[in-house]
């Protein structure tokens, strides 16, 4: 007698597992502190109906110069703070695997050895997925950022030319440059994340220097300071001589950020989830189905989402969350945790 992929997953046991098996990249996305939870009654609203969740906030106050006192009858101008608010989004997603039960056979001879091996790696695949989006929310905002705000949170020594040379690659130079479009709170910025290439260079250059958490069962790199995430999802923009490499800079706070995998039972486990099987398929041979959801909130503090462009009301695919028509920035620049340094290889 055989395992079948419903012995090995009991949906209540592991869907939180699913959860927690996180690759080593998200683990320090996370240990970085860029992720950082919405406040309890942002939290509470992403847990009601509706797609869109307003997020209040205050203005800071303005620079005007104060006044000089006098002995006059003259009365004091008033000045007041206003408030605002930004528009995050509840992204609601779905992933499902079948296996044939013949395939498994003819693989291995276990017909329940593919649907488990799609059990043991889907807490990684959404792990990657997390990162992915990520990595697109942020391309979304400098997006709009150079279409709309002059660019103001970009410096790029890039050059689209043959030979690069060392002022277009990687450098503490270009990092303090990049830091800098943040004004005085561009020690703000500690986590730098490079193409997987960009990294290579500063690996080859003996530039990296590793440093064990006591809170973390690996080592983490850093470069000037920065603790560096590398990762081959970063952006790659092709020229005409040589590619253009984005490299994000963040800081703690820079998302907010709620993930919940939905837990409500069903009969075939429950809605995070769902295991299923249809044997008529195959002329008999059946097929096996592993069906996973994940609600999530990744929110880049102090812009707002308009979901101009949403195919969909239910979340944004990842083109759209590149899509700078889907963006506008609500914070004044210095504000807003991140800042995007364009380089060569």
């Given at each position: 007698m055989t395992?079948?992929?419903?012995d090995?997953v009991v ?5 939180p ?5 996180k690759?080593?990249k998200?683990?320090m ?11 309890p009654?942002?939290a509470?609203r992403?847990?009601?109906g509706?797609?869109q969740i ?10 005007a110069?104060?006044?000089v006192?006098?002995?006059s009858?003259n009365?004091i ?16 997603l779905?992933?499902k ?7 498994s ?6 017909g329940d050895s593919?649907?488990n ?7 990684a695949?959404?792990g ?6 990520i990595?697109?929310?942020?391309e979304g905002?400098?997006a ?7 660019g ?6 890039y050059a689209?030319?043959g030979?690069p040379t060392a002022a ?9 440059r990049a830091?800098?479009t943040?004004?005085?709170n ?6 730098i ?5 960009v990294?290579?260079?500063?690996l080859?250059?003996e ?14 790199p850093y470069?000037?300071g ?6 081959e999802m ?7 001589s040589?590619?253009e490499y ?6 703690p ?6 993930d ?18 249809d044997?008529d398929?195959?002329?008999?041979g059946?097929?096996?189905y ?7 909130l990744i929110h880049?503090?102090g812009m ?5 462009t949403l ?11 590149r899509?700078a028509?889907n ?6 620049r210095?504000n807003?945790k ?6 060569n290889?």
């Amino acid at each position: 007698m055989t395992s079948a992929i419903s012995d090995i997953v009991v949906p209540r046991v592991f869907t939180p597992y699913m959860a927690e098996n996180k690759p080593a990249k998200l683990i320090m996305l996370e240990k970085s502190g860029i992720l950082a939870a919405p406040a309890p009654e942002i939290a509470k609203r992403f847990k009601t109906g509706g797609n869109q969740i307003e997020v209040p906030y205050w203005e800071d106050l303005d620079d005007a110069e104060p006044t000089v006192m006098d002995d006059s009858d003259n009365r004091i101008t008033t000045s007041k703070i206003t408030a605002s608010d930004m528009k995050a989004y509840k992204h609601r997603l779905a992933k499902k695997y079948g296996a044939k039960t013949v395939a498994s056979y003819a693989a291995t001879g276990r017909g329940d050895s593919a649907m488990n091996r799609v059990a043991e790696r889907i807490g990684a695949y959404w792990g990657r997925r997390k990162e992915e989006r990520i990595i697109a929310t942020a391309e979304g905002v400098i997006a709009d950022n150079v279409a709309n705000d002059g660019g103001d949170m970009v410096y790029s020594i890039y050059a689209d030319v043959g030979s690069p040379t060392a002022a277009n690659r990687i450098s503490y130079q270009a990092i303090n440059r990049a830091r800098l479009t943040m004004g005085e709170n561009l020690d703000d910025l500690r986590v730098i994340a490079m193409h997987s290439f960009v990294y290579g260079t500063l690996l080859d250059d003996e530039k990296i220097e590793f440093k064990k958490p006591s809170e973390a069962p690996f080592e983490v790199p850093y470069y000037a300071g920065m603790m560096v995430v590398h990762s081959e999802m970063m952006p790659v923009t092709a020229g005409a001589s040589s590619d253009e490499y984005s490299c994000f800079l963040f800081a703690p706070g820079a998302f907010m950020h709620f993930d919940e995998v939905p837990n409500r039972p069903t009969i075939y486990g429950n809605e995070g989830t769902e295991i299923t099987r249809d044997p008529d398929i195959g002329d008999g041979g059946g097929a096996d189905y592993l069906t996973t959801r994940r609600f999530e909130l990744i929110h880049p503090a102090g812009m707002d989402f308009l979901a101009n462009t949403l195919a969909k009301s239910q979340g944004a695919s990842l083109a759209e969350l590149r899509d700078a028509a889907n963006w506008d920035r609500k914070y004044t620049r210095k504000n807003v945790k991140f800042a995007c340094l364009k380089v060569n290889i």
